[in-house]
């Protein structure tokens, strides 16, 4: 399990709308296809000083927003549910093994993603994928995660193989009697392995391994 820092500059424009505002964070919890060219985001946004008001009304006329679906407020954040345009980039790290826990914008008017993957090879071809599609991507930093949040072995390899054949995607493309037929094992064995896999994952995102590089 690796962490990881990485500066990209994207044709989508509304990561960096949101963070322009001064003291303005925004971490992508998740994202996922829904069809018609739209991914679903689960976003989380600290306002700094900005009126969160104005954070909205930012994203509400942003032209890769297609639909702010709902807004939550708590403890000074929002937390925001998107339907937003596909573009290269976006559709690139969705399908990638990388997850993206966290997306500021930097001084050149670019964004730095702050990652977690389970391999440094999979960052890495995340880099090269952008760069395939002409996609400005550089890596800026990269470290073994805390040894708290990193998965063992057999919980990495059974994710790995969860995520490729598509059992985190919606809807499924392979459910869990199936997931667990695969690897021969039985569904309570693999539901607690998943259980406890994603809980390092989780753990990685809100304890703010990724953010504290910066």
Same mark, same amino acid.
């Given at each position: 399990?690796?962490?990881?820092?990485?500066?990209?500059?994207?044709?989508?424009?509304?990561? $960096?709308?949101? +963070? @322009?505002?001064? *003291?303005?964070?925004?971490?992508? !919890?998740?994202? =996922?296809?829904?069809?018609?060219?739209? #991914?679903?985001?689960?976003?989380?946004?600290?306002?700094?000083?900005?009126?969160?008001?104005?954070?909205?009304?930012?994203?509400?006329?942003?032209?890769?927003v297609?639909e702010?679906?709902?807004?939550?407020?708590?403890?000074?954040?929002?937390?925001?549910?998107?339907?937003?345009?596909?573009?290269?980039a976006c559709?690139?790290?969705?399908h990638?093994?990388?997850?993206?826990?966290? $997306?500021?914008? +930097? @001084?050149?008017e *670019?964004?730095e993603?702050?990652? !977690?993957?389970? =391999?440094?090879?999979d960052?890495?071809? #995340?880099?090269?994928?952008?760069?395939?599609?002409?996609?400005?991507?550089?890596?800026?930093?990269?470290?073994?995660?805390?040894?708290e949040?990193?998965?063992?072995?057999?919980?990495e390899?059974?994710?790995?193989?969860?995520?490729?054949?598509?059992?985190?995607?919606?809807?499924?493309?392979i459910?869990?009697?199936?997931?667990?037929?695969r690897?021969?094992?039985?569904?309570s064995?693999?539901?607690?392995?998943?259980?406890? *896999?994603?809980?390092?994952?989780?753990?990685?995102y809100?304890?703010?391994?990724?953010?504290?590089t910066?």
């Amino acid at each position: 399990m690796i962490e990881a820092v990485l500066r990209v500059h994207l044709p989508c424009t509304w990561v $960096a709308a949101v +963070t @322009e505002a001064p *003291g303005a964070s925004l971490s992508i !919890v998740e994202q =996922k296809p829904i069809g018609d060219g739209l #991914l679903q985001s689960l976003v989380e946004v600290d306002p700094g000083e900005a009126d969160p008001e104005a954070i909205l009304e930012v994203l509400r006329a942003n032209p890769f927003v297609a639909e702010v679906e709902a807004a939550t407020r708590g403890a000074g954040r929002l937390l925001l549910t998107l339907k937003v345009r596909e573009c290269d980039a976006c559709n690139i790290l969705v399908h990638s093994k990388c997850f993206l826990t966290d $997306a500021t914008a +930097t @001084e050149s008017e *670019g964004l730095e993603w702050h990652l !977690v993957a389970p =391999k440094g090879e999979d960052v890495e071809a #995340l880099v090269r994928s952008l760069g395939a599609r002409g996609l400005d991507a550089e890596l800026a930093a990269v470290r073994p995660a805390k040894a708290e949040a990193m998965l063992t072995d057999r919980q990495e390899s059974v994710i790995s193989l969860a995520y490729d054949l598509g059992y985190f995607e919606f809807p499924k493309r392979i459910k869990l009697t199936q997931l667990a037929g695969r690897l021969g094992v039985s569904k309570s064995t693999l539901s607690e392995i998943l259980r406890a *896999g994603e809980a390092k994952i989780l753990h990685a995102y809100f304890h703010g391994l990724v953010r504290g590089t910066r």
